[in-house]
């Protein structure tokens, strides 16, 4: 290219609009990621895979024009606070936040670095944004709960034959801020279903092990980091007692949990690759709408139920999205 070329060219990228020229991924940028799950956890895997082949589809390579500092709490809430400290110090030009505990302590720790979220619930009542459709602040992103979800854990149980009369409610209460939300939810369904609920809250190994004793009735588990994190004490607490249970993850089923019916996290973190692109590109966060999720999945372990020896309508078989056998 010779001078004359070349000189022409720069004329012409000047020429362009502001807009289009901020939309050209040329200059790395810096992505800072902190999850509630531990790193080597297959759900943290797989989400991180997930999340940076989203990021790829808008433009965005690791090591190419994006730089990604990963940190993963491992369920523990001091250590997601000391990881917020980290990624804050490095000043990355933007965050992504997966999970409640990761949205509370970077929002304490910077009012302008825009904050991206994933599965969380409830994030106007927990403070973290206005309102859904104009969240104001540096923070937006994609709840992980709509209202009837609690209301169909609990008629889940319900359709169980021999039927379920009595339901525990298992979630920490340190860790599931949102929990009454849910609780008055199923408490409205619970009338209508003719069944009766009772809070069983967890907090460490112990409060876990307990739930064995509750061999008179079903489980709901509620979204909760800690449970996630405590999953295979929860599981063989749950198989002891030997009493049907519905999760607020596939990921439990696909490990021994009878049932669940979830969002789809992994759609969640596709979509909010998209809003970290756009405000990479220039978007300011408070101008995205918080969303909430749009799709949902039904996954039952028909393993656990011959296990158990309780048998699933067909109905709900037929609507299943995944049945494991």
């Known amino acids: 290219m010779n001078r004359r070329e070349l000189l022409a060219l720069l004329g012409m990228i000047a020429a362009l609009p502001a807009s289009v020229q901020a939309q050209q991924p040329d200059a790395t940028r810096r992505l800072g990621v902190l999850s509630v799950t531990a790193a080597e956890d297959a759900i943290g895997q797989a989400r991180s895979t997930i999340l940076v082949e989203a990021l790829a589809g808008h433009g965005w390579k690791e090591r190419d024009n994006l730089r990604i500092d990963w940190r993963s709490g491992g369920g523990d809430r001091a250590r997601i606070a000391r990881l917020a400290d980290e990624l804050v110090a490095l000043k990355p030009d933007i965050l992504l936040a997966v999970g409640t505990p990761s949205v509370e302590e970077l929002r304490q720790r910077t009012a302008t670095i825009p904050i991206v979220f ?15 459709a104009h969240p104001g602040g540096n923070v937006t992103g994609f709840t992980d709960y709509d209202g009837p979800l609690a209301g169909k854990w609990l008629e889940m149980l319900t359709q169980i034959t021999p039927p379920v009369h009595r339901v525990f409610v298992v979630y920490n209460p340190a860790t599931a801020p949102f929990a009454p939300l849910m609780l008055r939810t199923i408490e409205e369904a619970a009338r209508t279903l003719h069944v009766t609920i009772e809070p069983a809250p967890v907090n460490d190994a112990g409060s876990i092990a307990a739930l064995a004793s509750r061999k008179d009735g079903g489980l709901l588990v509620l979204p909760d980091f800690f449970t996630m994190a405590n999953r295979a004490d929860l599981l063989a607490a749950i198989a002891e007692a030997r009493v049907p249970a519905v999760f ?59 296990a158990l020896g309780v048998t699933l309508p067909a109905g709900l078989l037929a609507i299943a999205d995944d049945v494991i056998e």
């Open 118 to 132: 994933a599965v969380v619930t409830d994030p106007v009542s927990q403070g973290f944004v206005k309102n859904l």
């Open 248 to 306: 607020w993850s596939r990921t439990f089923v696909e490990e021994g949990g009878l049932m669940s019916y979830s969002t789809d996290s992994a759609e969640q973190l596709r979509r909010a690759a998209s809003y970290i692109d756009r405000i990479l590109k220039g978007a300011p966060a408070a101008d995205l709408p918080v969303q909430n999720p749009t799709k949902f999945e039904l996954t039952i372990n028909l393993n656990t139920a011959k």
